[in-house]
């Protein structure tokens, strides 16, 4: 598995639908301000390149991120998002989310280690961090129904003897499926799965930190 996310959305509604429709409303200077979020303003400029398919972004570079701002759905990606504790999100992160649903989704294959959380209406609901070196970060709130079967054993790890219950990697693509409506190793591979999201057809736009 080569999935790499570090990934923050507010949504009003349907993310994958949201996103379905962003290219119609999206503008640099909206995906600025929504990054204006994460770092100083006088840090963010323009990374001068051409947008960033969301398959890309999901796991920019030491010193970028990317951003996409529209009517029904915000997306920041940035490495500083991966918290071992998800719970911790800076309160400003999420006070903006009131009103919305808040979902922030970390993973990183080098670890086997994967981290999200749910807050709706400014309120958090579900968060969970879980790797095989470190055990159970964070467990926090009710779990989810699509985390049934994996903390039952019934979605176990290929890998012998292995230390949980899951992959945690295998966890993490089921909520980008269930959150977002695509596949992290569909966009990976170039093509999305059957009545999926495309997330090579949605653009963001890519910024440097300064």
């Known amino acids: 598995m080569g999935a790499r996310t570090a990934m923050l959305v507010y949504a009003d509604g349907d993310v994958a639908a949201g996103l379905s429709g962003a290219a119609e409303f999206a503008d640099e200077a909206g995906a600025a301000e929504l990054l204006g979020l994460l770092w100083p303003p006088a840090r963010i400029r323009p990374d001068g390149e051409e947008p960033w398919d969301l398959g890309d972004a999901l796991f920019p570079p030491q010193g970028r991120a ?13 490495q500083a998002l991966m918290l071992d504790r998800p719970s911790q999100l800076p309160a400003h992160l999420v006070d903006a989310s009131v009103g919305r649903t808040l ?7 080098a670890v086997d280690w994967f981290a999200f959380a749910v807050w709706r209406d400014g309120v958090l609901v579900r968060s969970l961090s879980v790797s095989p070196d470190d055990g159970v970060l964070e467990d926090t709130g009710e779990r989810l129904a699509f985390e049934g079967p994996y903390w039952a054993g019934e979605r176990p790890a290929s890998v012998a003897g292995y230390p949980l219950p899951f992959h945690p990697l295998e966890l993490g693509e089921q909520a980008v499926r269930e959150f977002f409506g695509f596949e992290v190793e569909g966009a990976a591979d170039g093509g999305p799965a059957a009545g999926r999201l495309d997330p090579w057809a ?9």
């Open 66 to 78: 990317c951003a996409l701002s529209t009517p029904e759905v915000d997306v920041l990606c940035d």
């Open 103 to 109: 979902y922030l989704h970390a993973m990183h294959n």
């Open 202 to 210: 949605v653009e963001l736009f890519g910024f440097q930190i300064g």
